[in-house]
């Protein structure tokens, strides 16, 4: 099926929301939002693209904020099925993509087992495009040919970690990290008692894709003291490439250690 075909009533798209600008979704996403009986919508997906949706469309806000609004998968899981079964046709908007750390298999899963129409519509990845916002590319001819991209969620002596930091830096591939605001310190440590060379740049690109996107630079060594005045969402790149963070808008704040303080 084309990702353009009209949504069917009775049926769900998932679709990825880009990060921050409703300008960087895909034609088919916003095709998605224009038809939506019902959005069901993260406090990650781009506010503006609610501008497209039909005036009685109904938006609902399935957030999850670690110490605000918190809706569990399983009844976002819900919903979808309830809403479809009722002959709407159901959006559920996620910033980024929601097949990266966003759980968008869980409801895929989630219709089918309950035979409802699903189609994934997929996003503009945070994990590749907000580096580039910040003028950083996650691989660069002759310097690296590889990026790994790692969720920061639980820092890396959690038992629900299952990375191998060790084997990170060994890779020699550029190191994106999600979710890793609050855990970097800890990261970042890890990564230097695998031996990771402690003058590797790195840098954190905050609120990519929004008008107050900030970049901070360091190396490896400072950059979660350098960053810790950074709120989420923000994505840490590692590695050689992490040299080229630069301003690619006039509205971005682009800082260095000695800069913060």
């Given at each position: ?75 976002i899981n819900e919903l979808l099925v309830e809403h479809a079964r009722a002959g709407r046709r159901v959006v559920r908007l996620k910033g980024g ?146 040299a080229f963070a630069t301003s690619t808008d006039t509205a971005t704040d682009t800082r260095t250690l000695e800069e913060v303080f």
């Amino acid at each position: 099926m084309s990702s353009l075909a009209p949504l069917l009533p009775g049926s769900v798209a998932l679709v990825g929301g880009g990060p921050g600008d409703p300008g960087l979704m895909t034609v088919a996403g916003r095709a998605a939002v224009e038809q939506a009986d019902v959005l069901l919508v993260d406090h990650l997906a781009p506010e503006g693209a609610l501008a497209w949706a039909r005036e009685e469309a109904l938006v609902v806000d399935v957030s999850k904020l670690p110490r605000g609004a918190f809706t569990p998968q399983a009844r976002i899981n819900e919903l979808l099925v309830e809403h479809a079964r009722a002959g709407r046709r159901v959006v559920r908007l996620k910033g980024g993509d929601g097949f990266v750390f966003g759980r968008g298999m869980e409801e895929l899963l989630a219709c089918t087992e309950a035979q409802v129409e699903v189609r994934v519509i997929p996003g503009v990845t945070s994990s590749v495009a907000v580096p580039a916002l910040g003028g950083i590319p996650v691989t660069h001819r002759g310097l690296v040919q590889g990026f790994s991209v790692i969720s920061g969620h639980v820092p890396p002596d959690h038992p629900d970690s299952t990375l191998d930091y060790a084997a990170l830096t060994r890779s020699g591939t550029t190191l994106v990290v999600l979710m890793g605001v609050a855990t970097l310190p800890a990261i970042t440590a890890a990564l230097l008692d695998a031996g990771l060379d402690p003058d590797t740049p790195a840098a954190v690109v905050a609120r990519g894709g929004h008008p107050d996107q900030q970049v901070v630079r360091a190396s490896v060594t400072e950059i979660a003291t350098a960053a810790a005045h950074v709120d989420p969402p923000a994505v840490t790149v590692i590695g050689a490439v992490a040299a080229f963070a630069t301003s690619t808008d006039t509205a971005t704040d682009t800082r260095t250690l000695e800069e913060v303080f």
